[in-house]
């Protein structure tokens, strides 16, 4: 059970760096009341083919975080 208690802790801790640190490129928050499943968006970088875009993802944190990776799935899809 501890694992549980220092995952949650550890993810709790990130959702207040992301919301006293905000970026211009890049948000990320948990969806609804499961902090283990965020929506995510991100700005295209200046100079690329992706500039002016915003693209929007999704990252499902497992409960064994931070020793496993979240898994990563981009929403948005890139029309040419």
Known sequence: MANTSL??????????EFQQNPSPNFHAAPI???IHIWHFTIRGPPDTEFAGGLYHGK???P???PMK???IFFITVRIS
């Open 59 to 61: 990252i499902e944190l």
């Open 7 to 16: 995952h949650i802790k550890r993810i709790q801790q990130e959702i207040k």
């Open 32 to 34: 609804g009341e499961d």
């Open 63 to 65: 409960s064994e975080y």
């Open 69 to 71: 990776p979240p898994s």
